[in-house]
């Protein structure tokens, strides 16, 4: 048995030794030492481990195991034996974690190896990191940047793959126009007053755009303007004088959709944070042409602006910079869930 570790421990030196990249390119470096960075103890020493025993088995007899993964090492400790048995050793592990330092001048600094995938390193918001000389070894590596989700409306790259937003529109199954010939005339989209859907149902269009987008992703038959019309008018979907409840198609079967947000202020970050989502967003905007308050619905971030889907007008598909100089007053949000 001794001479079979003998053995084991003479081709572990060799790895270590004479060929250091299997672990670190670094771990050969002149008057590079271990340094310990943490320590894990046992807490329930109800929950022993199994581990390896040296030759025989007894109480005590449980040996230490160290693993090297690049410049890191990690020491195995029995630090309570409760049982032993079959050469397998019950106990609770005491590991400390140490890091391969190597010498450096004060105030040198160094770039470290990319970690992320091949072909990202440089693209985007994609960095590798760089290490510095503290206390006369080189700390760790710090200000690396990984290709992470794309960030609509950032105007940034997130994911290092030389693309900005991509992957951030939303394609609306149907786009409902308000100003249809049977919508100019009565009957009205609310039973208490004598506007017309043109006139007054800018707010019904886009629930009923948004409501379609939830049904077609759950598979189930679409609603056109004047069917939603009808339900809301039965379910409370109306306040007295026609301002829409919101949060009325809360309860539209099978649709899975909740209000969630009702702001009448201009938050761009809420907006884009939805649309990352893949939310289509309600934005309430100032309407030159009426001078009142109008409703459009905002389905992508399209460089400084955002692709929007106008019930009131044609053409509807155009850019909030382009109909409403790139400025909305509030949003209402809906969002799916299981």
């Known amino acids: 048995m001794s001479r079979i570790k003998f053995k084991i421990s003479l081709i572990t030196l060799f ?10 390119s670094d771990l050969n ?16 020493y109800s929950q022993p481990v199994a581990y390896p025993c040296s030759a025989g088995c007894g109480k005590y007899s449980c040996e230490t195991k160290t693993i090297l993964s690049g410049d890191i090492k990690s020491v195995y400790t029995c630090y309570f034996w409760a049982a032993c048995e079959y050469c397998n050793c019950a106990c609770n592990q005491w590991v400390d974690t140490y890091e391969w330092k190597c010498p450096c001048t004060a105030g040198q600094t160094q770039a470290c190896s990319y970690s992320g995938p091949a072909g990202t390193e440089n693209v985007g918001i994609c960095r590798a990191g760089s290490k510095t000389c503290q206390g006369g070894y080189w700390a760790s590596c710090q200000g690396e940047v990984l290709p992470q989700q794309e960030v609509c409306g950032d105007g940034l790259d997130n994911n290092c793959d ?50 379609n ?50 702001s009448d202020i201009e938050d761009v970050v809420k907006l884009n944070e939805e649309l990352t989502k893949g939310y289509p967003v309600i934005l309430k905007v100032f309407n030159p042409k009426t001078g009142r308050d109008h409703f459009i619905v905002a389905v992508g971030k399209n460089g400084e602006t955002w692709d929007i889907i106008d019930p009131g007008y044609q053409p509807q598909e155009t850019t909030l910079a382009e109909r409403y ?8 949000i809906y969002e799916s869930y299981e």
């Open 162 to 211: 030389g693309q900005i937003d991509e992957g951030c529109g939303i394609e609306l199954p149907e786009t409902v126009y308000q100003c249809e010939d049977k919508f100019k005339v009565t009957p009205p989209f609310y039973d208490e007053t004598k506007n017309s859907i043109c006139t007054s149902g800018c707010a019904l269009a886009d629930v009923t755009m948004v409501l």
């Open 213 to 262: 987008y939830y049904l077609n992703k759950a598979g189930l038959p679409m609603v056109d303007m004047e069917e939603l019309n009808e339900w809301l008018n039965l379910n409370e979907g109306y306040y007295d004088g026609g301002k829409i409840n919101w949060s009325a198609l809360n309860e539209y079967p099978g649709a899975n959709v909740k209000f969630v947000k009702s």
């Open 15 to 24: 790895l270590l030794v004479l060929a250091p990249s299997v672990w670190s």
């Open 325 to 332: 100089g790139n400025h909305f007053k509030g949003v209402r």
């Open 29 to 44: 470096c002149p008057g590079g030492r271990w340094v310990g960075v943490s320590s894990s103890h046992p807490k329930d």
